[in-house]
């Protein structure tokens, strides 16, 4: 047949044969009886597969980890040197150099023989975890160089029957690395004592600890529940305004875990605060939530596939929380200012005082007090605990000790705050002996005073806000008091508002309310209103006020009120602002009327200069553009001005110890000026001034069409020496540019055929434009 296999006859009786003698063997090696001479059973098919030494990619969730290990697979299982899988991102807590996957609960592999892949599947806890947030800023002190400024604000009165007066109050500041030295003070005429010296002071930051030293008259910084005083001393303290870069209060977490890379979006209140890509396993979000007190954020994991998961988390932040193991402290020691605005130099009995806040835990921040005063002892101590999700308790107790009696004072509070609601309770007691420096430097003591207060505001949306508060005092040697008030703000159109309020006294039992409507008009606000007091008088007011604008010109205020038909009380000023002094004039009367006229601004020395400019509260530059005049300067993108003749340009108010932006617009500057640097992010320390220099750098540059001496342009890329050292290329048509000229100027231009040529030419060095050179001949 065809197709079939045919053996010779031989053959098939061969095998038959031998089959014949073989038989009985085998029936009895069947029946487990086989004796000597019995054959072996033959041996198992052997699987090649099964036990082999691969060099594979590994793959962490999806993940391409980028580390070929050795994988030994024995059967179904694979093993692994611990080091590729710590390689590849798993957190291994084992000493074990090697390892079977399978001996590791939460892990699972798949071997891709044909792309010679091992996929890894693992739970979260082998993962390392992921912090995404705010990038860490590098540190930058704020800058300072020497100078100083007078601060000064005159003002002159008089007409009709009042006497004529007149002031200048002033305030001299020097600063340095050394720190800042300020005293202020008023010249005043037709008074007893003509000058009057407010506060002199000596005041040094270091930014890294974030620490202030001051000397001189000094107001002690305390804690919120605890009276400051002005004291003649010394204080050190912590002052986190110099690190603006720093959050104090802690942040909350928002954490997932991510099983495949995945994108994550941070949404709070509709806006997206935060995002980034993120790697399989657990992350946490460090952002700045936009809101203060309660609020919800929606955390979306978007995988590679495209599934998006969202959920809701709950946080709540106070800033009167402190970050864990964060401490604030200061510690003040001097004498009492007694007379201050009356008398200059009146110091009183010695006093210290000293405080401190740490943060514990992300919800308990502890406070400590002590004051020192004559015989008088005090210490105290409280408290600020987050109540979850529910708000702020804080409470304190203080005690002061004398040799008369002793004394102590109650405080306790809370606070809860959400986008549309928050409310407040305070509540206070304080004994009849008690005293703190705050009393003694009044020079009396209140006897003993409670005091409950609730406060709530309401976000009404389209309907406006609602506020409503309720207040109780008691005092032994004060009057009662016990009210409640209603206030409601309601906008109307655009920039308009009604404001309304309602009060209720509960002693006197009587009633007192207002009503006001204010309406944007011509580039100001007017309002109107009318008020009932508790003593039932009525009051018709109306006011106009338009204020003069930042970059200079014209403001004015107006004002009328009239009370149960008496003759109106009129006031209207005129301010004009203008960038090196603000000039103030107004009047103001019933039947007799006063007129004034004020004038105020600063001197500031720097930079070999004098700048006239508005009043300087604080920090501030001097933009320095080596001389060049007419460049416009800008300070986070404003426009601020152009510089003057010496390229100068001051900046009278800088955000201290924020890291601003200083431009210079390039597009202003003449074609042969240059310069390398027009952009700067620069932080000044407070009360101090910084010179900020761009290099601007005058050329004189010349242009030429360079010819053969048959009149023809040079080839275009050859090859330009300008005075044996500047190098550059000829354009097309021969353009020659030449950047910086010198009065007298060799070019040597080579030429693509091997050949040279030279020309010579002479530039002005104090051109103020391109000079334009013509034809240049180049000769051999």
């Given at each position: 047949?065809p197709?079939?296999?045919?053996?010779?006859?031989?053959f098939?009786?061969?095998?038959?044969?031998?089959?014949?003698?073989?038989?009985p063997?085998?029936?009895?090696?069947?029946?487990?009886?086989?004796?000597?001479?019995?054959?072996?059973?033959?041996p198992q098919?052997?699987?090649?597969?099964?036990?082999?030494?691969?060099?594979?990619?590994?793959?962490?969730?999806?993940?391409?980890?980028g580390i070929i290990?050795?994988?030994?697979?024995?059967?179904?299982?694979?093993?692994?040197?611990?080091?590729?899988?710590?390689?590849a991102?798993?957190?291994?807590?084992?000493?074990?150099?090697?390892?079977?996957?399978?001996?590791l609960?939460?892990?699972?592999?798949?071997?891709?023989?044909?792309?010679?892949?091992?996929?890894?599947?693992?739970?979260?806890?082998?993962?390392?975890?992921q912090?995404?947030?705010?990038?860490?800023?590098?540190?930058?002190?704020?800058?300072?160089?020497?100078?100083?400024?007078?601060?000064?604000?005159?003002y002159?009165?008089g007409?009709?029957?009042?006497?004529?007066?007149?002031?200048?109050?002033?305030?001299?500041?020097?600063?340095?690395?050394?720190?800042?030295?300020?005293?202020?003070?008023?010249?005043?005429?037709?008074?007893?004592?003509?000058?009057?010296r407010?506060?002199?002071?000596?005041?040094?930051?270091?930014?890294?600890?974030?620490?202030?030293?001051?000397?001189?008259?000094?107001?002690?910084?305390?804690?919120?529940?605890?009276?400051?005083?002005?004291?003649?001393?010394?204080?050190?303290s912590r002052?986190?305004?110099?690190?603006?870069d720093?959050?104090?209060?802690?942040?909350?977490?928002?954490?997932?875990?991510?099983?495949?890379?995945?994108?994550?979006?941070?949404?709070?209140?509709?806006?997206?605060i935060?995002?980034?890509?993120?790697?399989?396993?657990?992350?946490?979000?460090?952002?700045?939530?936009?809101?203060?007190?309660?609020?919800?954020?929606?955390?979306?994991?978007?995988?590679?596939?495209?599934r998006?998961?969202?959920?809701?988390?709950?946080?709540?932040?106070?800033?009167?929380?402190?970050?864990?193991?964060?401490?604030?402290?200061?510690?003040?020691?001097?004498?009492?200012?007694?007379?201050?605005?009356?008398?200059?130099f009146d110091?009183?009995?010695?006093?210290?005082?000293?405080?401190?806040?740490?943060?514990?835990?992300?919800?308990?921040?502890l406070?400590?007090?002590?004051?020192?005063?004559?015989?008088?002892?005090?210490?105290?101590?409280?408290?600020?605990?987050?109540?979850?999700?529910?708000?702020?308790?804080?409470?304190s107790?203080?005690?002061?000790?004398?040799?008369?009696?002793?004394?102590?004072?109650?405080?306790?509070?809370?606070?809860?705050?959400?986008?549309?609601?928050?409310?407040g309770?305070?509540?206070s007691?304080?004994?009849?002996?008690?005293t703190?420096?705050?009393?003694?430097?009044?020079?009396?003591?209140d006897?003993?005073?409670?005091?409950?207060?609730?406060?709530?505001?309401?976000?009404l949306?389209?309907?406006?806000?609602?506020?409503?508060?309720?207040?109780d005092?008691?005092?032994?040697?004060?009057?009662?008091?016990?009210?409640?008030?209603?206030?409601?703000?309601?906008?109307?159109?655009?920039?308009?508002?009604l404001?309304?309020?309602?009060?209720?006294?509960?002693?006197?039992?009587?009633?007192?309310?207002?009503?006001?409507?204010?309406?944007?008009?011509?580039?100001?606000?007017?309002?109107?209103?009318?008020?009932?007091?508790a003593?039932?008088?009525?009051?018709?007011?109306?006011?106009?006020?338009?204020?003069?604008?930042?970059?200079?010109?014209?403001?004015?205020?107006?004002?009328?009120?009239?009370?149960?038909?008496?003759s109106?009380?009129?006031?209207g000023?005129?301010?004009?602002?203008?960038?090196?002094?603000?000039?103030?004039?107004?009047?103001y009367?019933?039947?007799?009327?006063?007129?004034?006229?004020?004038?105020?601004?600063?001197?500031v020395?720097?930079?070999?200069?004098?700048?006239?400019?508005?009043?300087v509260?604080?920090?501030?530059?001097?933009?320095?553009?080596?001389?060049?005049?007419?460049?416009?300067?800008?300070?986070?993108n404003?426009l601020?001005?152009?510089?003057?003749?010496?390229?100068?340009?001051?900046?009278?108010?800088?955000?201290a110890y924020?890291?601003?932006?200083y431009?210079?617009?390039?597009?202003?500057?003449?074609?042969?000026?240059?310069?390398?640097?027009?952009?700067?992010?620069?932080?000044?320390?407070?009360?101090?001034?910084?010179?900020?220099?761009?290099?601007?750098?005058?050329?004189?540059?010349?242009?030429?069409?360079?010819?053969?001496?048959?009149?023809?342009?040079?080839?275009?890329g050859?090859?330009?020496?300008?005075?044996?050292?500047?190098?550059?290329?000829?354009?097309?048509?021969?353009?020659?540019?030449?950047?910086?000229?010198?009065?007298?100027?060799?070019v040597?231009?080579?030429?693509?055929?091997?050949?040279?040529?030279?020309?010579?030419f002479?530039?002005?060095?104090?051109?103020?434009?391109?000079i334009?050179?013509?034809?240049?001949?180049?000769?051999?």
């Open positions: 047949m197709g079939s296999l045919h053996l010779p006859v031989h098939r009786w061969a095998t038959l044969l031998t089959a014949a003698l073989m038989a063997a085998l029936a009895h090696a069947a029946d487990g009886n086989a004796g000597y001479g019995a054959l072996p059973p033959p098919s052997i699987d090649v597969s099964a036990n082999q030494q691969l060099e594979l990619e590994l793959f962490v969730n999806g993940m391409r980890s290990a050795a994988v030994a697979k024995q059967g179904a299982r694979f093993q692994l040197r611990t080091d590729d899988m710590r390689r991102g798993l957190q291994l807590s084992t000493a074990d150099e090697v390892l079977f996957l399978d001996s609960d939460g892990v699972r592999a798949d071997y891709d023989a044909p792309l010679q892949q091992l996929h890894l599947t693992v739970s979260p806890e082998y993962l390392p975890n912090r995404i947030g705010r990038a860490a800023k590098k540190f930058e002190p704020a800058k300072y160089d020497m100078g100083a400024l007078l601060n000064y604000d005159v002159v009165s007409g009709g029957t009042a006497p004529t007066q007149a002031s200048l109050w002033h305030e001299i500041r020097v600063f340095g690395p050394a720190g800042t030295i300020s005293t202020t003070g008023a010249l005043r005429s037709g008074r007893a004592r003509n000058y009057v407010f506060d002199t002071y000596w005041r040094w930051s270091d930014e890294q600890s974030m620490t202030t030293v001051e000397a001189g008259d000094i107001i002690t910084r305390s804690l919120s529940w605890a009276p400051a005083v002005r004291l003649g001393g010394l204080q050190v002052d986190f305004s110099v690190r603006p720093v959050v104090t209060y802690p942040l909350p977490e928002f954490a997932g875990s991510a099983a495949l890379p995945s994108a994550v979006e941070l949404v709070v209140g509709g806006q997206r935060s995002g980034a890509d993120v790697n399989p396993g657990p992350f946490a979000l460090d952002t700045l939530p936009p809101i203060n007190g309660y609020g919800e954020a929606n955390l979306i994991v978007t995988d590679m596939h495209g998006s998961v969202a959920t809701t988390m709950p946080f709540y932040v106070s800033s009167a929380l402190l970050r864990p193991g964060l401490t604030d402290y200061a510690v003040a020691a001097g004498s009492f200012r007694r007379n201050y605005g009356t008398r200059n110091y009183g009995a010695a006093a210290a005082s000293a405080s401190a806040r740490h943060g514990v835990t992300d919800s308990v921040t406070e400590v007090r002590a004051e020192v005063a004559d015989d008088m002892r005090l210490a105290g101590g409280g408290g600020v605990v987050k109540l979850g999700n529910f708000g702020v308790l804080s409470a107790y203080s005690r002061s000790f004398r040799k008369e009696a002793d004394g102590g004072e109650l405080m306790i509070g809370y606070d809860f705050q959400t986008r549309g609601f928050s409310i309770l305070r509540h007691r304080r004994d009849g002996d008690y703190n420096l705050g009393l003694l430097d009044r020079g009396d003591r006897g003993w005073e409670r005091l409950t207060a609730a406060t709530a505001s309401l976000s949306g389209h309907a406006g806000t609602l506020g409503i508060g309720y207040f005092l008691q005092q032994e040697r004060g009057r009662n008091a016990r009210l409640a008030n209603v206030a409601w703000a309601v906008p109307l159109w655009g920039e308009s508002r404001y309304t309020s309602l009060s209720r006294d509960f002693i006197d039992r009587s009633w007192s309310g207002a009503l006001t409507l204010s309406v944007a008009l011509g580039g100001g606000t007017f309002a109107a209103g009318v008020a009932q007091g003593d039932g008088r009525t009051g018709l007011r109306a006011d106009y006020s338009r204020a003069a604008p930042i970059e200079g010109g014209f403001g004015w205020n107006a004002s009328a009120a009239s009370e149960d038909g008496a109106p009380y009129w006031r000023d005129m301010t004009w602002r203008m960038q090196p002094v603000q000039l103030r004039a107004g009047v009367g019933r039947d007799d009327v006063t007129g004034w006229a004020g004038v105020s601004g600063s001197l020395f720097m930079d070999d200069a004098v700048f006239a400019a508005n009043r509260s604080d920090a501030f530059a001097v933009v320095s553009t080596n001389g060049e005049p007419g460049i416009p300067v800008r300070y986070e404003q601020i001005g152009t510089t003057n003749k010496r390229g100068q340009l001051l900046v009278p108010s800088a955000s924020y890291s601003a932006r431009d210079i617009d390039t597009l202003a500057l003449p074609a042969n000026v240059k310069a390398s640097v027009v952009s700067q992010q620069v932080a000044v320390a407070a009360g101090s001034g910084h010179v900020i220099r761009f290099p601007v750098e005058h050329l004189t540059a010349a242009r030429a069409t360079i010819t053969t001496a048959a009149g023809e342009p040079l080839p275009a050859s090859t330009a020496i300008i005075n044996g050292t500047i190098s550059t290329y000829i354009g097309w048509d021969g353009l020659l540019f030449i950047e910086q000229a010198a009065t007298e100027n060799l040597e231009v080579k030429l693509p055929d091997g050949g040279t040529c030279r020309a010579a002479a530039a002005d060095p104090k051109a103020d434009d391109i334009e050179l013509g034809n240049l001949t180049c000769r051999p």
